[in-house]
T-cell receptor, first 109, second 116 residues
Framework: AQRVTQPEKLLSVFKGAPVELKCNYS??????LFWYVQYSRQRLQLLLRHISRESIKGFTADLNKGETSFHLKKPFAQEEDSAMYYCALSAYNNNDMRFGAGTRLTVKP | DTEVTQTPKHLVMGMTNKKSLKCEQH?????MYWYKQKAKKPPELMFVYSYEKLSINESVPSRFSPECPNSSLLNLHLHALQPEDSALYLC???????????????FGPGTRLTVL
């Protein structure tokens, strides 16, 4: 069974500082990894997925199969990045999505 | 229309009531999902419908009964719920492209359910 671990429940950084939200996973097959974000009073939405290999709102995430990690990074955090971030995993070609516990990011002015 | 809509936004029901949650999307997606989210917890998958057929049931109690009448609609029928079932119920949809890959899920705003 797949499992996702986000070790930090809360993360606080100052505006302009780099930020890294950690995500580790456990799955024996081919995983598909996602980062979903929930801004205050908004619905849960996709931020990025590993197969796209793109940067969204300055965020990037690289799948490291050796370390079974999919950490989310941004070099210069902005106040509008404050939100709840969930790492999620699905088995390849499977709609069974598992979410990590989430990390609440606060970017202070 | 590029959104998933859910009705009602809020629902309060007694343990003997029967109620239904409704979810709708008009993006041509063929997979639809129900999740349960307790306060300060991540969403937990309950059911997945793929091409209007139930494909995943995560051992959900029978007091929750899903229904997918067509490719745009998803219902969750509730009967004899318990207070611990109080939560935010999220609906999502995805394209469900067969042949490989997992699709991005698009979430609705949720129905906040309180069971008295």
């Amino acid at each position: 069974a797949q499992r996702v671990t986000q070790p930090e429940k809360l993360l606080s950084v100052f505006k302009g500082a780099p930020v890294e939200l950690k995500c580790n996973y456990s799955y024996s097959g081919s995983p598909e990894l996602f980062w979903y974000v929930q801004y205050s009073r908004q619905r849960l939405q996709l931020l990025l997925r590993h197969i796209s290999r793109e940067s969204i709102k300055g965020f990037t995430a690289d799948l490291n199969k050796g370390e079974t990690s999919f950490h989310l990074k941004k070099p210069f955090a902005q106040e509008e990045d404050s939100a709840m971030y969930y790492c999620a995993l699905s088995a390849y070609n499977n709609n069974d999505m598992r979410f990590g516990a989430g990390t609440r990011l606060t970017v202070k002015p | 229309d590029t959104e998933v809509t859910q009705t009602p936004k809020h629902l309060v029901m007694g343990m003997t009531n029967k109620k239904s949650l409704k979810c709708e999307q008009h993006m041509g997606h063929r997979a639809m999902y129900w999740y349960k989210q307790k306060a300060k917890k991540p969403p937990e998958l309950m059911f997945v419908y793929s091409y209007e057929k139930l494909s995943i049931n995560e051992s959900v109690p029978s007091r929750f009964s899903p229904e997918c009448p067509n490719s745009s609609l998803l219902n969750l029928h509730l009967h004899a719920l318990q207070p611990e079932d109080s939560a935010l119920y999220l609906c999502a949809s995805s394209q469900s492209v067969r042949g490989g890959g997992t699709d991005t899920q698009y979430f609705g705003p949720g129905t906040r359910l309180t069971v008295l």
